[in-house]
């Protein structure tokens, strides 16, 4: 709770009483009453300005120099050959290369919009305690375990091993334990120490979309085979 | 001056009516919106539709092909001659609806999408696909092989003529 | 000489009518300009200036409502050349390509400035988490957020239809599909949003409804949220830890 003095005066236009309750769940901007500020007009109205602009000229030459695909008249009889969603559903489609339609096109990604929504009602997330505060021994073994198991069950659950999201899940695993094995004595051990287990949480969830996704756009082709971008060129 | 309404003094038979008129103005409420949303749900379920009918005229039996598979790319389906009979499967892959192609040099059907294979009966030799590609039922008119592309029998049924 | 035109334009009961403030050359009509003008009161008069510096949050919301701006701008102009039928949607295409003065341009610009605003929606999603931003007061505001960025989603998937090529037939025949999957309900789901059994003209003018009307609809009734939300919890997120000085 901020610190406040309680001035009493006679006149009630010099020093006004102040009674002020701040209560648990404050406002931050009640908080900090030293920060600096401007004012909006014209500070932040221009600096979103040249935000704005920047970004229309950027669209701009993106669009005078790059046209958008169009191809043939649809052709409900003819499936092209590889058919790609737009970018931001291949991580999807990659999974539906695993799972059945139910997992990878219905349940996967209720699953993942559900945990999104109910990220801030999580105590684990609101605290962010660093992850090797305390109990070292207990959290590399079961961060490994824990990471062993969920590798297990992304190698044998699918049609094929699902390795868009093995080799994240094991990098991320290491990079975890690294600070429980050797310690925080370097600066980005340290760094790495100080991090969260939500922090860690969420970052493996992007590495997994990030890696289907570019799997998905760059190394699929047709009859969604493995490809290699730089030998055959990217399918869309 | 505020009409403070929460200190009101009401007699017991006014709280009561009070009560059940808000309790039936709800009620109607209620109704009125669960009848909008019905309303508005059966308006976007269309009574009428203009699409391809379901039974499409195939081929003659004495035209289909022995060893291979005949396909009629605007209606989806695979035509096949069987011992003793003919049948007809549908094109339609049944991971996500992709249209797939018969490859004859390998004699397999593969699907462009999620990479599903079938054999030329349809089953599933491999990808994906969670089903084998189903039989469409098959009956002779006018002398022609009829498919009904919305009515599925069992994986091996043969019409026999 | 310039200044005097300008203040007989400023210094007029008609101007004065329209902008309720002077010239924003004093602290007080600086603030008046913040306070009296619709498009700007969503703004406190005055902001922290460590909250808006660039690289605190790299302006990634309010480039996604540039990003919405430009789209609104581009896709309306697009509406006057273009018929939701088939074949007629895709020939509409190819006149934007061969008979519309800046038909391809706008085009362009509309179909990048959907990536794009894709691509920072979530940027944004991933910024405000590692913030920490979605603490209370504002857990509420980050669930609106996941909605926006579902909308703005489900926006550039139904618009990916509209020019009913074969890329954007395809898409949109195993999109659906997928909805078919859902246990027990999957096979009407699928109807409702196709209008019919397959992909076809029913679908392409449901999908143009919802592109068009319904969902942008949605999206600027969210983003009016949104913002709102993040004003009445103090504006942008600040650690509060952080030290009130900016360095510079």
């Known amino acids: 709770m901020a610190e406040f003095e309680l001035e009493r005066g006679a006149d009630a236009r010099k020093v006004p009483l102040r009674l002020l309750f701040v209560q648990a769940d404050e406002r931050p901007a009640v908080e900090e009453e030293d920060a600096q500020v401007v004012m909006s007009f014209p500070h932040l109205v221009l600096r979103e300005l040249i935000a704005f602009l920047a970004l229309l000229l950027f669209l701009v030459a993106i669009s005078l120099l790059f046209d958008a695909p169009l191809e043939e008249l649809a052709n409900p009889d003819r499936t092209p050959n590889p058919a790609k969603a737009p970018w931001y559903f291949l991580g999807l489609q990659e999974l539906l290369h695993y799972y059945p339609p139910v997992v990878a096109g219905v349940l996967l990604p209720g699953l993942i919009v559900g945990c999104l929504m109910i990220i801030p009602y999580f105590v684990v997330n609101l605290e962010r305690a660093p992850l090797w505060a305390s109990g070292r021994v207990t959290k590399v073994i079961a961060i490994l375990l824990g990471s062993v198991g969920l590798v297990a069950v992304l190698a044998c659950s699918g049609a094929h091993p699902l390795w868009p999201a093995i080799v994240p899940t094991i990098l991320i695993a290491l990079l975890m334990v690294l600070p429980g094995l050797l310690g925080t004595g370097t600066r980005t051990l340290a760094w790495i120490g100080s991090r969260s287990l939500p922090f860690w949480i969420f970052t493996w969830f992007l590495a997994v979309g990030l890696a289907l996704t570019v799997v998905g756009i760059f190394f699929r082709g047709p009859g969604w085979t493995l490809t290699l971008p730089w030998r055959d060129g990217i399918y869309y | ?161 | 000489m310039f200044g005097t035109l300008l203040n007989r334009l400023i210094e007029n009961r008609v101007f004065r009518s329209i902008v309720r403030h002077g010239f924003p050359d004093s602290n007080r009509n600086r603030s008046l300009a913040s306070f009296t003008n619709f498009f700007l009161h969503l703004q406190p008069v005055k902001v922290r200036l460590k909250a808006i510096e660039f690289t605190r949050t790299f302006y990634l919301g309010g480039l996604s409502l540039a990003c919405l701006l430009i789209l609104s701008i581009t896709g309306v102009l697009l509406m006057f050349y273009y018929h939701p039928s088939v074949p007629r949607a895709y020939d509409d295409m190819k006149d934007l390509e061969f008979v519309v003065s800046q038909g391809v341009f706008l085009r362009n610009m509309h179909r990048w400035a959907a990536h794009l605003m894709v691509l920072l929606v979530s940027l944004h999603m991933i910024r405000v988490f590692y913030a920490g931003a979605y603490r209370p007061p504002r857990e509420f505001n980050w669930v609106i957020g996941v909605v926006l960025l579902l909308f703005t989603v489900l926006l550039s998937y139904t618009g990916y239809l509209l020019p009913w090529d074969q890329l954007a037939y395809w898409a949109v025949t195993v999109g659906t599909n997928m909805a078919r999957a859902v246990p027990a309900i999957g096979e009407e789901m699928r109807f409702l949003m196709l209008g019919g059994h397959t992909v076809n003209e029913n679908a392409l003018i449901r999908f143009y409804v919802l592109h068009c009307v319904a969902l942008p609809a949605a999206l600027f009734l969210g983003i009016a949220i949104h913002l709102w939300r993040v004003r009445k919890d103090g504006g942008v997120y600040v650690e509060p830890g952080e030290g009130g000085e900016v360095r510079g």
């Open chain 2, 1 to 161: 001056m505020l009409v403070d309404d929460l200190r009101m003094e009401l007699t017991p038979e006014e709280l009561s009516r009070r009560k059940l008129l808000g309790l039936v103005g709800s009620g109607c409420l209620a109704v009125f919106l669960a009848g909008s949303g019905a309303a508005i749900g059966q308006f976007m379920w269309p009574n009428v539709l203009f699409e391809e009918p379901s039974k499409v005229p195939l081929l003659r039996p004495e035209d289909v092909a022995s060893g291979a598979l005949t396909t009629f790319a605007r209606h989806k389906v695979f035509l096949a001659r069987a011992p003793g009979g003919f049948f007809a499967f549908t094109s339609v892959c049944t991971h996500l609806g992709c249209v797939t192609n018969y490859d004859q040099a390998l004699g397999k059907i593969l699907c462009p999408c999620h990479g599903s294979q079938f054999d030329l009966s349809g089953r599933v030799l491999g990808g994906p696909a969670p089903r084998p590609l189903p039989r469409l039922e098959l009956t002779l008119e006018k002398g022609v092989l009829v498919a009904d592309t919305r009515k599925f029998v069992e994986p091996d049924w043969v019409f026999k003529v």
